[in-house]
């Protein structure tokens, strides 16, 4: 049986931390927590993400700039990213889509969409 991929969920929210975790973990994925792009930055060498969730409103650095940090350095510009956003306004999601990040989830999170995208990105990334 091979091993489940590891999911990097970066969120300042303990409550959306916890129920994306679950979902997640559910479905079998191992699911590692930043509360910060910095703490981020810290565990990204340790745990090897084959996919990246990001929240785009948090405070310090937002996901914007994270996004477009993590891009810019070689070892992980390849891992995919999904940005997970309350940011519904017109214009949102292409910003998301130019600051690095090949995903867009709108919250309050839709567990299906979630399941779907994490599934798709990860395969993705997989073939490549």
């Known amino acids: 049986m091979s091993e489940m991929p590891t999911i990097l969920h970066i969120e300042d929210n303990f409550e959306n931390r916890l129920l994306v975790r679950r979902i997640l973990q559910f479905e079998g994925y191992d699911v590692v927590e930043a509360e910060s792009a910095r703490e981020a930055m810290e565990l990204l060498p340790e745990c090897h993400p084959a996919l990246i969730l990001l929240d785009i409103n948090m405070p310090e650095v937002d996901g914007y700039t994270l996004a477009t940090r993590l891009k810019s350095i070689p070892e992980y510009k390849h891992i995919p990213m999904l940005a997970i956003t309350a940011n519904a306004l017109r214009g949102d999601k292409e ?5 690095g990040c090949d995903g867009y989830i709108e919250k309050p999170i ?5 399941i779907e995208m994490v599934a ?4 993705h990334a997989v073939k490549k």
């Open 95 to 99: 910003r998301s889509f130019q600051a």
């Open 110 to 114: 839709d567990m299906d969409v979630l």
């Open 120 to 123: 798709y990105y990860i395969d």
